[in-house]
């Protein structure tokens, strides 16, 4: 017999709910009544959207580091992606309120990023080492043949037409000076609803055009919630909404819509 795989989690789009957070996690054994790691060897992804919308979305990049560590040390592993209210909060943050050529947004990024959830005290809490830590969050992975990514999209083809060259692109966005370029990317990383109604047997069908591109059988995603964007009622909400087919996994609870944070067994 083969053994059992070493567990593998993901969740996605906190935004600011650390409470609920560490609720889920308490829940599915893999942290304790302190919110530390006892998850011992299992893996957990975290998609992307820890800010905005929410309370405490610095909190929530705290507990995360801080469980990523105690999970290494116990022979585990927390990792996280990059999500498109992260390129938001990091744009305001860099630019300000200062007009973006291109986009008629009153108050510039800073604007844009209040109109979409942004909390002041997030940009005010923000230091070196959480712009640091946000700056080298990959768009994509790749785990045991699922393909995990923040959004929805066949928009990450832009960056690239392999996982190397879609981080290696986002990595750049992240660090590019013009205003341009990051209206761009983040308008990238905010597009969504490719995968609905896809088919296998479509020659284009968009499923297979990622997943033949950066890898995996599996495409698992947040940013579009199950509540709003799938219309599952917050009271029916009880996992994660597999379609396509099967090939895609939708784990975005909606917990700011009055859904709850799904954390997600893929393994």
Do not use: K
């Not at 498109?84 to 510039?108: C, D, I, K, M, Y």
């Not at 005010?124 to 994509?140: E, Q, V």
């Not at 509540?227 to 909606?254: K, M, N, Q």
């Amino acid at each position: 017999m083969s053994p059992s795989p070493t567990p593998l989690y993901a969740a996605a789009d906190v935004h600011g709910h650390r409470a609920e957070f560490l609720d889920a996690l308490r829940a599915e054994g893999l942290a304790d009544a302190d919110g530390h790691w006892c998850g011992g060897r299992a893996r957990l992804w975290m998609l992307g959207d820890y800010v905005d919308r929410g309370p405490d979305g610095i909190g929530v990049i705290e507990d995360i580091r801080r469980l990523a560590a105690q999970a290494r040390d116990a022979g585990g592993q927390v990792g996280a992606l990059l999500g498109n209210h992260e390129v938001q909060l990091l744009a305001a943050h860099r630019f300000g309120t200062a007009p973006v050529p291109g986009w008629n947004q009153p108050g510039g990024f800073h604007g844009g990023w209040v109109r979409f959830g942004g909390q002041e005290t997030d940009l005010r809490r923000l230091t070196p080492s959480h712009l640091d830590w946000l700056a080298a969050l990959p768009a994509a992975v790749l785990v045991e043949g699922h393909l995990l990514v923040h959004s929805d999209t066949t928009q990450y083809l832009e960056l690239g037409t392999s996982l190397t060259a879609v981080n290696t692109a986002a990595a750049e966005a992240l660090a590019d000076e013009r205003p341009e370029a990051w209206l761009e990317f983040s308008r990238l990383m905010s597009s969504r609803g490719s995968f609905r109604g896809a088919r296998a047997a479509d020659p284009h069908d968009p499923v297979a055009r990622v997943l033949d591109a950066l890898g995996g059988t599996v495409l698992v995603h947040g940013h579009s919630t199950l509540t709003g964007h799938f219309g599952i009622p917050p009271e029916h909400l009880r996992e994660a909404l597999r379609y396509a087919g099967g090939r895609v996994l939708a784990i975005d609870g909606g917990v700011y819509e009055g859904g709850r944070i799904l954390l997600t067994r893929l393994l």
